[in-house]
């Protein structure tokens, strides 16, 4: 999964909220990899187009979740739909390659941030085994986490995120020495980006 680039998946924030809604009506859970769920979640499926869907569990859901089958009613990324676009496996494959299959993320409460403050589509940056919230402004972004960067000295810089785009992030030196804090902000590529503390704050 090395080869595999960082994608942008973009999503209806109104389809991802029914989504959201379905799983926070539930009392039981898909289990994930490690067992049994006991909270509302959202599972990202790469397989018949590449899909956000509820894991909860109500009378009409299978507890097995599968890549070959998916439902219209389903959170579809934007051109990866089976039912609407017809190049969808191309899409599919330019965002990851040949892999498929499932990821239980813990991205539901973030997302509903961002829903919450009124935003009409949902943009999920993933590099083949990781997921993460992504949008276009950094007003946006659920900001709070710290950041590591190549140096190209051969190091690293921890760094807070100041502002991004789809290609590239602004990012200002936080945590090293006085010198290298002391610099002004800078660009670097989205994919250069190394989250140090996975959970963030709105």
């Not at 595999?4 to 809604?21: C, D, E, N, W, Y």
């Not at 289990?31 to 590449?50: F, M, T």
């Not at 990866?80 to 409460?109: E, K, V």
């Not at 709070?144 to 290609?167: H, I, W």
């Amino acid at each position: 999964m090395k080869d595999i680039p960082m994608a942008i998946l973009k999503f209806s924030a109104s389809a991802v909220a029914a989504q959201i809604a379905h799983a926070r009506s539930c009392s039981t859970f898909l289990p994930n990899w490690n067992g049994p769920v006991d909270k509302p979640a959202l599972i990202l499926i790469v397989g018949n187009g590449v899909h956000l869907r509820s894991n909860g569990i109500d009378g009409s859901t299978t507890r097995i979740v599968t890549t070959e089958q998916s439902d219209p009613s389903f959170a579809f990324a934007n051109g990866i739909n089976p039912f609407r676009d017809s190049d969808w496996m191309a899409q599919r494959q330019m965002a990851f390659r040949d892999l498929t299959g499932q990821f239980y993320t813990d991205i539901l409460d973030d997302v509903q941030t961002l829903i919450d403050r009124g935003q009409g589509a949902i943009r999920l940056a993933t590099d083949g085994h990781s997921i993460r919230v992504f949008v276009r402004r950094a007003s946006d972004f659920l900001i709070g986490g710290t950041y590591e960067v190549p140096s190209g000295l051969g190091g690293t810089f921890r760094v807070v995120l100041k502002d991004a785009c789809d290609t590239f992030a602004i990012v200002q030196n936080c945590g090293n020495c006085e010198d290298f804090d002391a610099l002004q902000p800078y660009r670097v590529p989205l994919d250069a980006l190394m989250e140090i503390e996975d959970r963030r704050a709105a």
